[in-house]
């Protein structure tokens, strides 16, 4: 069973939330895809570049601290 959602309104939601209480450190998944679950083969690295409001943010703001296994962190600028 796939739920369909408003993927503009939960992004903006939040990108909303996440510009106004910034995580420290940011976790993204490699090899996580779930197809019979999300409806979709990507995984959540692949899904990042349709997510552009948040790939800018991280981008900037941002910097890689580690890989562990399957998992890239991202650590916040100390300036941020």
Known sequence: MVVEYD????????MQTFVRDP????V??????????????????ESLRGFPELAELLASCYYPEAKVGNFDVLRRNPAQ
Do not use: W
């Not at 995580?23 to 940011?26: G, R």
């Open 7 to 14: 993927r503009q309104k939960t992004r903006a939601e939040f």
């Open 23 to 26: 995580a420290e450190v940011f």
């Open 28 to 45: 993204i998944q490699h090899g996580d895809s779930l197809p019979d679950v999300t409806g979709v083969n990507e995984d959540s690295y």
